[in-house]
């Protein structure tokens, strides 16, 4: 079992930054993919980034590539989502997920792991 803790959401102005961190515990030792998934208010849950266990493979969904940057730090067991110039279509609350398969998933159902969420609001 892992236990994932989101921190860092929080009330922001269009154009702003926040960064979001999920600390990992329990099994930790399994080389998990990592990922960040938002879900807005009577919307489904989608994937924002994803990185694998080695932080050399990442995936990011179009709306933020270039604006988003996920990253993680073994060593701590805690993966980052650092968001820039963000945009009122970026509210939502954010989900920390950890998936044992080793490679790049982008599916909300191969993740086992989920942490409880965080809200991150941006206002226009």
């Known amino acids: 079992q892992v236990q994932l803790v989101e921190s860092g959401g929080g009330l922001v102005q269009a154009g702003g930054s926040l960064r979001l961190s999920c600390a990992a515990s329990g099994r930790t030792g399994i080389r998990y993919t990592m990922a960040w998934f938002r879900q807005a208010p009577g919307m489904e849950r989608n994937i924002v980034a994803a990185i694998d266990w080695s932080g050399g493979g990442t995936y990011y969904t179009d709306s933020v590539k270039g604006r988003f940057t996920i990253s993680r730090d073994n060593a701590e067991s805690t993966v980052y989502l650092q968001m820039n110039s963000l945009k009122p279509e970026d509210t939502a609350v954010y989900y920390c997920?950890?998936?044992?398969?080793?490679?790049?998933?982008?599916?909300?159902?191969?993740?086992?792991?989920w942490g409880q969420g965080t809200q991150v609001t941006v206002s226009s």
């Open positions: 997920a950890a998936d044992p398969g080793g490679r790049i998933t982008i599916g909300r159902y191969q993740y086992n792991y």
